[in-house]
């Protein structure tokens, strides 16, 4: 039995050395089949109008969770998200950066236009209903919560730091981490885009 169990050891000790195991492209996390959705649920863009994931189809999509008073993490999130854009050069035109506000009460399409457009001129934000996004959210397997109050010091909203990346052909590929560096995020767009 014990020598039995050595072998099975050592077979996966040597199955784990092997030279010719696939490893991953990716700097971020591979998500493919991992069961997250490109939500189809319509949303609303800055100009009122209602948008799809869809609509994006043929670019690469990064899409961002957050809300416009958030105090560190969506920034910096789309900070670093223009950082990898102009990284990535003449490509960046063929990735678009869809911020979704999951603070519907306070983040009208107005307001979510003129900040995500601070951080670059072709970012999109997007909007709607709580339900619309409560729907978006679960597809993408996000945590949003927000708990709304009189007193505007004690509205809270918290939710999930991570970037979802779709491939140009709508499907959910890769999960960036909050604090990503920018010139790795560029670096698996880049692999995304010419693999397309």
Known sequence: MIRALAAAALALAVAGCDPGARTSPFKGIDITGSGVQASATPLVDGEGKPRTLADFRG???????GYTHCPDVCPTSLADAAKALKALGNDASRVQVVFVSVDPKRDTPALLREYVTAFRPDFVGLTGSRDALAQFTRDFKVYANV???DD???????HSGQMVVLDPKGQPRLMFAPGMAPADMASDLKVLLDNA
Do not use: D, Q, T
């Not at 670019?59 to 969770?65: E, T």
């Not at 505007?152 to 918290?158: A, I, R």
């Open 59 to 65: 670019k690469a999509v990064l899409v961002i969770f």
């Open 147 to 149: 708990e709304e109050s």
């Open 152 to 158: 505007p010091s004690k509205y809270k909203v918290e």
